[in-house]
C-alpha cells in the first residue's frame, strides 16, 4: 500500500547538532569562566535560548545571539569592543559548514520515493533551512516540503489538513521525541523513530504514547524493511 512518509531534516538527513556543539565549546573556552564547569554554563544557555526560542524560534545566527547573551550574563572581564562579534561569528560558521548527508540517506529516499509520497517537515529559521535543503540536493525525492517555526501537535494537524492525509498510512520520520515523534503520535498519525547520538538535549525526552503506531530502527536505511 502506499503510504505518506512525513521526514525530519536536521540529524535525520544530514547532521546538524555537532556543529552547535562545536561552537558551544569554542564558546566555552573563550568565556574561560574561572567557576563554572561547561554544563553549568550550557545551564544558564538552555536557559536563554527557552526564553527566546519562543520568540525568534531557532537557528544557528539566533543561536549565536543567545550566546552574546549568556557571555554579556557571565563574563567576568571587561567585555571588548570584538568580543560579540567573535562569539557571532560562531554561528556563522555553523552555516557555512560543509552538508554531511548522513550515511545511507540518499539511497534509502530514492527507494521511497519510489513506493510512498514523500513529504520533508522541518522547524527552523526558513532561510537557513531553505539554504540546507538547496544544498542537500535531496529535494528531488520529495513531493511536498513545509518549513515551520514549531513542530507540535497542532502543526502536525495542520499539514495533514492542508496535504488531505490519511492519518493510518501516514508516518512521521525522525530523531528528536520531542519535535518528531511526541507531537505527530498525538495528532494521531504514526511515528518512526531513527536514534541520532548527538540529538540536541533539548528536543530528548521521553516518548509517549499516542493513537498511533511506533517503530524504533537503528538508522535511516533500515527503513526498507518496513517500507
Not at 535525520?12 to 554554563?41: C, D, M, P, V
Not at 503520535?185 to 548527538?198: K, M, Q, T, Y
Request: hydrophobic share 40%; proline share 4%; aromatic share 8%.
Amino acid at each position: 500500500m502506499r503510504q505518506q512518509l512525513i521526514i525530519d531534516a536536521d540529524d535525520t538527513l544530514w547532521e546538524n547538532n555537532i556543529y552547535f556543539e562545536q561552537a558551544f565549546e569554542e564558546f566555552i573556552g573563550f568565556l574561560n569562566h574561572s567557576l563554572l564547569s561547561s554544563a553549568e554554563i550550557r545551564t544558564v544557555l538552555d536557559e536563554i535560548e527557552l526564553a527566546n526560542i519562543r520568540v525568534n524560534g531557532y537557528g544557528a545566527r539566533h543561536f549565536g545571539r543567545n550566546m552574546c547573551v549568556c557571555y554579556e550574563r557571565l563574563v567576568e572581564r571587561e567585555i571588548k569592543p570584538g568580543d560579540l562579534e567573535r562569539i557571532a561569528d560562531l554561528a556563522e560558521r555553523i552555516i557555512s559548514q560543509p552538508l554531511e548527508i548522513i550515511e545511507g540517506v540518499p539511497d534509502t529516499l530514492e527507494y521511497l520515493a519510489s513506493r510512498h509520497d514523500l513529504t520533508l517537515f522541518t522547524k527552523g529559521h526558513p532561510e537557513e533551512q531553505k539554504m540546507k535543503i538547496d544544498r542537500s540536493g535531496l529535494a528531488v525525492w520529495f513531493g511536498h516540503t513545509a518549513i515551520v517555526i514549531e513542530k507540535d501537535k497542532q502543526s502536525y494537524s495542520q499539514l495533514a489538513a492542508e496535504r488531505g492525509l490519511n492519518a493510518q498510512i501516514t508516518w512521521m520520520v525522525g530523531n528528536s521525541p520531542k519535535s518528531d515523534i511526541n507531537p505527530a503520535l498525538s495528532a494521531g498519525l504514526n511515528a518512526v523513530f531513527v536514534p541520532h547520538a548527538r540529538t540536541w538535549h533539548l528536543e530528548q525526552t521521553e516518548m509517549l504514547e499516542g493513537p498511533g503506531r511506533l517503530i524504533v530502527v537503528e538508522r535511516f536505511a533500515d527503513l526498507r524493511e518496513y517500507f
